[in-house]
């Protein structure tokens, strides 16, 4: 049979290596992996893609990604390209003086380290939009930028007290300063205008466009629910599945209410069925133990430090009582749920896998592959834990450099012994767990390359140095394997992940192969084609 499909003149990478050359690409699966044998399928209607040396992989997947809120944020206010106060100002200025009919001023993405530590005051603000208020979350979406209409609307005043899941920064006199941490956000994000079911279909069909650009074919939404009013994508993904649209391969993370118990799984149930169509699948359930290093809410085990390098009594936030986590993770394994955990400080990550080793005790092994995101502090002991368990670790490679909210927001609190416990891509390789990756969109970049760049260099794209924790980097073999098979393993898309026959034809085509130069150019690698299913739902201008 004449293949439709077929990629030559290699590299071709597969699991045993770049030793490939051509692949024959039938319907939506790959039918043939080799050398200039598979030329020999080639018929008179067969399309034919010369590589020319540029490098041919599997397809990408975004193992903890939030498309939606991110397609919403480029339509909004987006704020993600201001370096400085300044700068971020006079975007909300120029965002405000070009939208005077919009009743609020949403958007967000602003930058911590922009501000005197990490938070931005109401009065800057103020300044350029005192009429209207204003509701920006940060880039990690931990915290929020408001100004004194916002408030005055939402009625927080010095006598609001802190939500027992957030913090209201306050100035001198006690008075709100103008930005909301965790929990605190609702206080003002309950008010913001929805975006309508068409919005929120435009945000994820734009958003899947740039994520196809960047060689991703398949993902896990890391939040599919109602978080602090933040916009329930589940109709917008039901409604592109049904109708065709959704052309890249979706698990939906169902939103674990941290304000409710276990009387919500029956819920939980319920979604799963209701929501899985077509290439959207909702079996997984997200729990978010605690928050962010930057604003002292990741839990930690032994407290945090001041400027002055003392132990101050705050050791981070729990969100979720790690005395029921257990229970709850045990049910909802027993139900065939996988367990996408936010754990972010050495404390949460011990909690979870407490968690899943209970899960594991009570219902012995399953095939949920629980998995655990960010990772940025993981106590040693914890490290082999992940392989024992069959836990995956989920990381977000571009934390993991040095940058202004790593060396003025997070060292200093840290501590020297916790600030070498980050990010420890290369313990947990080296002690046999499995690790996936994603990049958080929009907290970051979701640009899969950017990502292998930093895993592998622990250096930022373009920066020189110096080198973040350099006994954590991983090789380019290993790095290209976590964003491709890894992240396939976590999405339950055991047909992906892998150019071999019989393998769905998810392929990414690059315009270049990153082995043949050095480590520190892979970030200018660029995505030449995309294809889901053998089919192209991408194509940089002339390749």
């Not at 020999?40 to 020319?52: H, I």
């Not at 698990?251 to 304000?259: K, M, Q, Y």
């Not at 002055?308 to 050791?315: K, M």
């Not at 020189?464 to 006994?471: E, Y």
Request: aromatic share 6%; glycine share 12%.
């Amino acid at each position: 049979m004449h293949a439709d499909l077929l990629f030559t003149g290699g590299p071709v990478l597969t699991p045993e290596g770049r030793t490939a050359t051509a692949v024959a690409v039938t319907g939506d699966r790959v039918t043939a992996v080799g050398g200039d044998e598979v030329r020999e399928l080639a018929g008179p209607r067969t399309e034919v893609v010369e590589l020319a040396g540029r490098l041919l992989l599997p397809g990408f997947q975004d193992a903890h990604v939030h498309p939606v809120p991110a397609g919403l944020e480029l339509t909004q206010c987006d704020l993600t390209g201001a370096k400085t106060a300044a700068e971020s100002v006079a975007a909300v200025r120029a965002y405000a003086d070009a939208h005077p009919e919009r009743e609020w001023i949403t958007g967000g993405g602003w930058s911590m380290e922009a501000f005197e530590g990490g938070t931005p005051a109401k009065e800057l603000l103020d300044a350029v939009v005192p009429d209207r208020p204003v509701y920006l979350p940060n880039r990690d979406h931990h915290g929020a930028w408001v100004n004194s209409r916002a408030l005055e609307l939402a009625g927080v005043t010095r006598d609001t007290p802190d939500p027992a899941d957030g913090r209201i920064e306050r100035d001198a006199s006690g008075a709100p300063s103008g930005t909301l941490q965790e929990g605190a956000m609702h206080l003002v994000g309950r008010l913001t205008p929805a975006a309508t079911p068409g919005d929120r279909l435009a945000a994820l069909l734009h958003a899947q466009r740039h994520l196809h650009s960047l060689g991703i074919t398949a993902w896990q939404d890391a939040l599919v629910g109602d978080f602090l009013g933040m916009d329930d994508p589940a109709g917008a993904y039901l409604a592109a599945a049904r109708d065709g649209s959704l052309t890249a391969r979706v698990v939906g993370a169902l939103w674990w209410d941290r304000g409710r118990g276990a009387e919500q799984i029956p819920e939980l149930v319920e979604r799963r069925e209701a929501l899985s169509h077509g290439r959207f699948r909702a079996g997984t359930v997200k729990l978010m133990l605690d928050g962010v290093a930057e604003n002292g809410t990741a839990a930690l085990l032994d407290p945090y430090l001041d400027r002055c390098g003392c132990a101050t009594a705050n050791r981070g936030t729990s969100f979720l009582d790690p005395g029921q986590l257990p229970k709850f993770v045990t049910e909802l394994d027993a139900l065939g749920f996988q367990c996408h955990f936010h754990a972010l400080g050495d404390r949460a990550v011990r909690d979870a896998l407490d968690a899943i080793e209970a899960a594991r005790g009570a219902n012995g092994p399953s095939d949920t592959r629980p998995h655990l995101a960010h990772l940025q502090v993981v106590h040693p002991d914890d490290v082999p834990r992940f392989a024992a368990l069959g836990a995956t670790a989920n990381i977000q490679p571009l934390w993991a450099a040095h940058e202004p909210q790593m060396d003025e927001l997070t060292l200093p609190f840290l501590g020297p012994e916790r600030a070498g416990w980050q990010y420890p891509f290369g313990a947990l390789l080296r002690s046999g767990a499995r690790l996936a990756a994603g990049s958080d969109w929009p907290v970051s970049s979701p640009d899969p390359l950017e990502g292998i760049h930093v895993a592998v260099n622990r250096v930022v794209p373009g920066g020189t140095g110096p080198v973040f924790l350099p006994g954590e980097r991983i090789a380019l073999a290993e790095a290209l394997t976590v964003y491709t098979a890894g992240s396939a393993y976590v999405n339950h898309l055991d047909d992906t992940g892998a150019v071999r026959a019989g393998a769905l034809a998810d392929l990414v085509v690059l315009d270049r192969d990153p082995f043949a130069g050095p480590p520190e150019e892979i970030a200018e690698t660029r995505v030449a084609r995309t294809y889901v299913g053998g089919a192209r739902v991408y194509a940089a201008e002339g390749a």
